[in-house]
């Protein structure tokens, strides 16, 4: 380094008008590996406002830090001198930093006109620091994968050790190392982070001199990932077939509409994590768990089950299982079904003693292994069915008494047992009026034959209206009302009684009710979901609001109820009307 000068502080003036001055010149030269700076000092003296020099023993002192040089020396001093100098080692600090003072003085020599008179002073100055303890760097890194972390050291003779620390988890990374070193966080350390896939943990580097003398250490965090392998374990993952048609189970076969599936799997989380969902997922559906039997399979083709499983970190594993052949299936189609009056050679007479039966049907294959079989049955319109006979369409059969007349059912049924029937009412032979044995019955267009009933098959016109529908069945309960009508239009009605309602729960500007009511089941299963209609009111005349929270064919469903103010332990009437069809 260059000198660094201090300028002493002069001395009082001599007789002769003559000063003294001084300055100390300084530089230092630093020991990275020893942590200290060897100090070099010297003290130089001039006489100022004088032409002529002095001579005789000149008294010093030179201090760096806490340590001086100090006695006399015999010099001729006019222009700058030197008076001594010294060197001295200094220990910087633990953080490679040091700060000195410097301090001068010389006094001019005795029996001279400089006698007693002193310049002086002092000064203190920061060393250059000494790099102490290395630095590292790196990036995040990854459980079972090898990662570097870079070294920076301020001396070829540093040494480190590298450490880490992971939740409960610590150890040594390395020793020796000088510039850089490779680590493979071990997987092991994801059994601190159950619940994540990331963590953060420590990393220390501590710095060594040659001589093994522990510098200094710094600390770095660090993010650990769990490997993107790193999923739920999933074994042992098996899927059977279950037919409980006997027949099905016999083909070995999956069919759509008849089979389930039953499926089991050892399911388990890895290094720390737990099972948060689990189930089998076969098409579009999905049964949760390790293992049990799914619904009837609903769609036709090619599936392949698998087990899925997430864990507790959101990791996801899949196991399929093999591919299954869902065979298509439906209940038998019937294309062509009547009944009709005819003669012995199939000829159609309305006064027939004969039937001509007639039924075309279909069926799904199943890979070839289905057939339907064709049968009949009959019973007089106000009698007792007949055991079911063996069909071929187009047959001819005896026994129709013209005058009564019968209700015939054609059925198709498949191998695995599905039917689809039709009836068909064979009326009595037309005539224009009947009047029925006994008189108690009469019918137009057909004959009679009950007591105390006038039928009619042709439709009816009263007071010029015609008669389109009319009320087949009327009906009621402890809870609903309801009518059936010839059309298939069924309607059903009540009033439902809500106690001890507490509307306190706010919504908007209203206030819901803290539990909903129902469903009530309706007295009769619609084919399809009716359309309904929710009134609500309190005996004392108070406004209630209700909102339905979607019917079925079978019940009313869910309601809440609001009111425009918080009210607590009222009793609400709900009036409940349904419409749709019975048949």
Same mark, same amino acid.
Request: proline content about 4%; some cysteine.
């Given at each position: ?65 806490n340590?001086t040089v $100090? ?62 303890? $290395? ?5 995040? &890194? ?8 870079s @070294? ?9 050790t @590298? #450490? ?8 040594t @990374? ?39 003398? #522990? ?6 965090? %660090?993010t ?10 999933? $074994?042992? /993952? ?18 759509? =509409? ?20 689990? *189930? ?6 999905e ?43 439906? +209940? ?14 199939g000829? +159609?007479?309305?006064?027939?003693t ?17 057939s ?22 187009g047959? %001819? ?11 015939v059912?054609?059925? +198709?049924?498949?191998?695995?047992g $599905? ?9 009595? +032979?037309?005539?224009? &009026? ?9 019918? /137009? ?14 439709p009816?016109?009263?007071? =010029?209206?015609?008669?389109?529908? /009319? ?12 009518r ?13 009684? *809500?106690?001890?309602v507490? *509307?306190?729960?706010?919504?908007? %500007?209203?206030?819901e ?8 089941a ?6 399809? %979901?009716?359309a309904q ?11 209630? /609001? ?38």
């Open positions: 380094m260059d000198p660094v000068i201090i300028t002493l502080n002069k001395s009082s003036t001599s007789p002769g008008d003559g000063v003294l001055i001084g300055k100390i010149e300084w530089t230092s030269e630093k020991d990275v590996a020893s942590n200290k700076s060897a100090v070099t000092a010297t003290l130089y003296v001039a006489k100022e406002n004088s032409t002529a020099a002095t001579k005789g023993n000149w008294s010093y002192a030179l201090s760096i830090g340590q $100090s006695g006399s020396v015999q010099l001729t001093v006019l222009d700058w001198t030197t008076v001594a100098t010294t060197t001295i080692p200094v220990d910087h600090d633990a953080d490679g930093t040091k700060s000195v003072s410097f301090y001068g003085s010389v006094t001019g020599p005795s029996g001279t006109a400089y006698a007693g008179l002193t310049t002086s002073g002092s000064k203190t100055f920061d060393l250059a620091a000494i790099p102490r303890a $290395s630095t590292a760097s790196f990036g995040s &890194f990854t459980m079972d994968q090898e990662g570097t972390i @070294i920076n050291r301020a001396d070829s003779s540093f040494t480190h @590298i #450490l880490y620390t992971f939740g409960s988890a610590s150890g @990374i390395a020793s020796g190392v000088s510039t850089s070193c490779a680590w493979t966080p071990p997987l092991t350390l994801a059994s601190k982070i159950p619940n994540s896939t990331s963590g953060t943990g420590g990393i220390t580097l501590r710095t060594y001199n040659a001589s093994g003398t #522990l510098i200094g250490e710094n600390v770095y965090a %660090v650990i990932y769990v490997p993107d392998d790193m999923v739920p374990t999933i $074994s042992d /993952f098996s899927v059977a077939l279950v037919n409980p048609n006997t027949v099905a189970n016999g083909w070995g076969v999956a069919i759509k =509409g008849l089979t389930k599936l039953s499926w089991s799997a050892a399911v388990s989380g890895v290094y720390g994590s737990t099972i948060a969902e689990q *189930c089998l997922v076969s098409g579009y559906s049964w949760t768990g390790s293992s049990g039997q799914t619904g009837f399979l609903q769609t036709a083709g090619t599936i392949q089950p698998y087990q899925y499983a997430r864990d507790s970190r959101g990791r996801i594993a899949r196991s399929l299982g093999e591919k299954i052949t869902v065979c298509d299936y439906a +209940a038998p189609t019937i294309t062509d079904a009547s009944a009709a009056r005819c003669d012995e050679n000829t +159609a007479r309305d006064d027939g004969f039937l001509k039966l007639t039924l075309a049907a279909s069926c799904t294959s199943v890979g070839e292994r289905n339907v079989s064709l049968r009949w049955r009959y019973k007089p319109a106000s009698g007792t069915l007949s055991g079911w006979s063996a069909l071929s369409s047959s %001819v059969v005896s026994g129709f008494d013209a005058a009564a007349s019968y209700v059912e054609l059925s +198709a049924i498949d191998s695995l $599905s039917e689809k029937s039709v009836s068909a009412t064979v009326p009595t +032979a037309n005539v224009a &009026f009947h009047l029925k044995d006994g008189g108690l019955g009469a019918a /137009f267009g057909k004959y009679a034959e009950q007591d105390n009933l006038l039928e009619s098959v042709w009816l016109k009263i007071q =010029g209206n015609m008669l389109n529908d /009319f009320v087949v069945e009327t009906g009621g309960n402890a809870y609903w009302s309801w059936k009508w010839a059309s298939g239009v069924a309607e059903c009605w009540r009033v439902r009684s *809500c106690g001890n507490s *509307c306190t729960v706010p919504w908007g %500007v209203f206030y009710s803290t539990s909903a009511y129902g469903p009530d309706y007295p009769f299963a619609f084919t399809a %979901v009716p209609m929710m009134f609500a009111g309190m005996s004392s005349g108070g406004v209630v /609001f209700v909102e339905p929270g979607g019917n079925s064919a079978a019940s009313t469903g869910s309601w809440w109820l609001y009111r425009p103010v918080s009210t607590a332990g009222i009793t609400a009437y709900v009036s409940i009307y349904a419409i749709g069809k019975w048949k």
